[in-house]
């Protein structure tokens, strides 16, 4: 059965998964998406922190009031030298008013650094609290994303992929709200207030001031193209990470088994040395950039300083006034430094914003169609009428070609073949997983590409031969279909699944949590909980798909035997290796390489003399060798 379920997994192999060649390209209803432009991105973004205009309009009017109060500071300072100098006796204030004039100077600056650092801690904490916000409106909506994508994204996709872009890409947009929305409001301010306060004061020192502007703004532009490059291969190195740190947690068992912790050790490492490469990369760009910026900063200052000092020297300015243009350098000092932040910023948030809208914007491949109608099964009959299907992507043939069955409400059909003869695909197909591609799936006549997905899969139920169990209690894993349902209902499946005796001698009994996808149970008792969760259900169609495998053949039989009040009430289909499964089925249908080779009772098979009749004879002489060999050894 496990390569019978490889049937599922056909896409292309290897773990590493690019943006631009991902699975997506699989879903043909939803094209290739790939990156946007920045531009598109970036407003994209905006577009989601606008939804909470309030919350952004006192963010961004506490950034420019921040701003404001510490234009105000140059100012006060250059008053409070020319005061001071006044105070020491230049000769040209009296004392009296100098040390007034100095007092009060003084207030004015303490006062505009209040102010200035009470807006900057308010517009820090808008500015985080906007960014949380939009996280958990994309955090929701990635999830409800994911739920809604077909089995068909998910085949190609690996997990440690998602949960990347869920979570690291996800903070890269968040953060963008403080680090570039609101900085670069706040430079904007500053350099353009600031601007217009130093040229005219005095034109010369003014653009000397502002000379490293141009520069900064070509080299930031630079920059953020090589970081925006790189943060795009560092957040597919984290998804590779994620990969290889998800499948060796979940096959933790095997590994240990096996020994191989050296190696998946080591190839952790590959791939986190591959991270750290780039993340070195990124920071000696950041760093290099902002090491640049920083020298045309202080060439700007040193010049200002020359001929400002000049021009103190010939009378022509105060200290005071020199006082000014240098505190407004200073400044802009640490703005300039975070200029390398903002670009930082932006090429993240372009990176990250792309690589998580292009899975929010996938449309699913499997979907309710225009006009798609309520399934209310009353005879509860499917038919397959000349179904073929390929799975997409995997380059092979069809791994179904034109099959064709009826299944009645009562009746019980089973499946029987070799592994990788399409007997899971049947069962995938079934409550649409796939769409069929050629061919058409009915119950009760309605195709069911023509109802809602929502009532078909109320209708049909699937018991899967590799039952997953959620790290939570029996109960609820036995009532995963219906939370709601009473202790009675909960319990009557368990007896039906014959697992009602094993959980009543637990200490904790329908309480007791399983760990982690149940690997506290054995596969039998994974499955027969699988089977409880199905048989409360009370569902039209009811497929097993040899979800018995890890179950003795009497306790088999004794649920068979419990499940035949709610058999009568459905249409059966029974996948199974085992033929003592189906001895039962009204009738049974032989795969073979995708295609209906053989089909009857089991008394009709049996008499044709083919694959059937020579597999149960088969398995029959297993079994009796198996039981021969358990007598002689009781006998001795």
């Not at 018995?548 to 306790?555: H, V």
Request: with cysteine.
């Amino acid at each position: 059965m496990a390569n019978d379920k490889a049937e599922q997994m056909a896409g292309p192999p290897g773990p590493a998964i690019s943006l631009r060649q991902t699975a997506y390209q699989g879903m043909s209803d939803s094209g290739d998406p790939r990156l946007g432009d920045d531009a598109a991105v970036l407003w994209r973004i905006i577009g989601l922190i606008l939804r909470y205009r309030f919350r952004v309009g006192v963010a961004v009017g506490a950034t420019v009031m921040a701003a404001v109060f510490q234009l105000m500071i140059p100012r006060f300072l250059g008053n409070a030298v020319d005061h001071a100098l006044g105070l020491l006796g230049d000769g040209t204030t009296a004392p009296e008013v100098a040390r007034e004039a100095l007092f009060e100077a003084a207030l004015l600056l303490l006062g505009a650094s209040i102010l200035r650092g009470a807006f900057t801690l308010l517009h820090n904490y808008g500015g985080e609290a906007i960014g949380h916000l939009i996280a958990y409106d994309l955090r929701l909506a990635f999830y409800r994303k994911l739920q809604q994508l077909s089995f068909s994204f998910h085949d190609r996709v690996h997990t440690g992929e998602l949960i990347t872009r869920g979570m690291l890409d996800l903070e890269g947009v968040r953060m963008f709200v403080n680090t570039g929305v609101l900085r670069l409001v706040l430079l904007i301010v500053l350099i353009g207030a600031g601007a217009y306060l130093l040229i005219s004061t005095d034109l010369l020192l003014g653009l000397l001031s502002l000379s490293f502007v141009p520069f900064v703004a070509w080299r930031s532009s630079a920059a953020r193209l090589r970081l925006r490059a790189l943060w795009l291969a560092l957040q597919q190195r984290m998804g590779t990470l994620g990969q290889i740190m998800d499948e060796n947690l979940a096959g933790i068992r095997v590994v240990r088994a096996f020994g191989a912790e050296p190696y998946e050790i080591s190839k952790y490492d590959v791939a986190a040395d591959a991270a750290m490469e780039i993340s070195d990369a990124r920071i000696k760009t950041r760093a290099a950039s902002t090491s640049i910026m920083t020298f045309a900063y202080f060439i700007s200052m040193g010049l200002v300083l020359w001929v400002g000092g000049l021009r103190v020297l010939d009378g022509a300015m105060t200290v005071g006034t020199l006082t000014v243009f240098l505190t407004f350098i200073t400044i802009l000092q640490q703005p300039v430094r975070q200029l390398g932040l903002l670009v930082n910023s932006i090429a993240r948030a372009s990176t990250c914003g792309g690589r998580l809208f292009a899975v929010l914007d996938l449309a699913p491949a499997i979907r309710d169609q225009a006009g798609a109608v309520q399934l209310l099964p009353t005879d509860g009959t499917i038919r397959f009428e000349e179904v073929s299907f390929a799975y997409s992507g995997a380059g092979g043939p069809p791994v179904l070609h034109d099959v064709s069955f009826t299944v009645a409400r009562g009746r019980t059909l089973g499946i029987v073949g070799p592994p990788g003869s399409g007997k899971s695909t049947i069962a995938n197909l079934l409550p649409r997983y796939y769409d069929p591609s050629a061919g058409r799936i009915s119950i009760d006549g309605h195709d069911i590409r023509d109802v809602t997905l929502d009532s078909l899969r109320r209708a049909v139920r699937v018991v899967q031969q590799d039952a997953f169990l959620f790290t939570a209690s029996l109960e609820n894993n036995i009532a995963y279909g219906d939370p709601w349902a009473d202790d009675g209902m909960i319990q009557d499946a368990a007896s039906t699944a014959q697992i009602d005796g094993f959980i009543g001698a637990l200490p904790d009994g329908y309480g007791t949590l399983v760990g982690e996808r149940g690997v506290s149970l054995s596969g039998g008792q994974k499955q027969r909980v699988a089977i409880a969760r199905a048989a409360m259900l009370g569902s039209a169609v009811l497929v097993f798909d040899d979800s018995t495998a890890a179950i003795d053949a009497e306790t088999e039989r004794r649920i068979r035997e419990a499940l035949k009040p709610h058999m009568a009430d459905c249409a059966t289909i029974i996948i199974s290796h085992r033929l003592g499964a189906l001895r039962h089925a009204d009738e049974i249908i032989f795969l073979e390489a995708g295609r209906i080779v053989e089909r009857g009772n089991h008394d009709s098979l049996i008499a044709e003399d083919g694959r059937y009749a020579a597999l149960f004879a088969l398995q029959s002489r297993d079994d009796g060798d198996i039981a021969a060999a358990a007598g002689g050894t009781a006998g001795q």
